[in-house]
């Protein structure tokens, strides 16, 4: 072989061509991108899927553990109605019905008690 450029051959080249030793910046700087984007992505993904989680530990336990089994529901069916409903469930909080109406029972045993 010999070290001499065939005449028709353009003696520069663009920095993004391959080089003869096979290298290619332009694909390696691809491939680091890329993958960069792929793991930014995914994390968002996992962040936003774990909203209604982190919403509702302000709210009671049985609520959180709920919401946590609507969250995985729509992780693992790709079913995004899950997913909206562990949502709404987080940001509303439910009426405590409980409480009045044990106050109501307190109260009317009360009356009870007195009359005898």
Known sequence: MSDTMHPLAPHHLPHYFAT???????FTVMVFF?????LLVGVAYFTL???????AHKGNATQLQLISILAMLALFTHNNIFWVAALVLAAFRPPDI???????AQS???M???EK
Do not use: F, N, R, W
């Open 49 to 55: 899927h774990a909203l209604p989680e982190q919403m």
């Open 98 to 104: 409980v409480t009045p109406l044990s106050s109501i």
């Open 20 to 26: 003869a030793d096979g290298s290619d910046y332009l």
């Open 34 to 38: 890329l993958l960069g984007v792929i």
């Open 108 to 110: 009317l045993q009360a």
């Open 112 to 114: 009870v008690s007195k």
